[in-house]
């Protein structure tokens, strides 16, 4: 059978709130951010209905490389969490940054 590896997505979408109105901005930046990375090449996606957090992760840990993590904190400094799923690190990237510094990472 084919690795599980080979499959996995380059980025998976957590929203770090709960989000109850698509048009929240959390929910509204994670979306664009999505779709700025489909264009260029970076297979991501994200839960398009409201999910807690938790299972959020637990999603991003089955089906991807990184976990690309947007709340409040994040918003106001226009930055991004990333997480590495395999080697459980993080780090708090610049949202104009996040498409070279994952780039230099896959």
Known sequence: SESKITSLLDVFFVY???ISDLKDPVYVTSFKLLNLMRQNNISADM???????RKQMSLASEKARFAVIIGEDELREDAVTLKDMQARTQEKIPSH???DVLKGKL
């Open 47 to 53: 839960s398009y209905y409201p999910t807690a957090m």
């Open 16 to 18: 770090a709130k709960d």
């Open 97 to 99: 940054k996040i498409i």
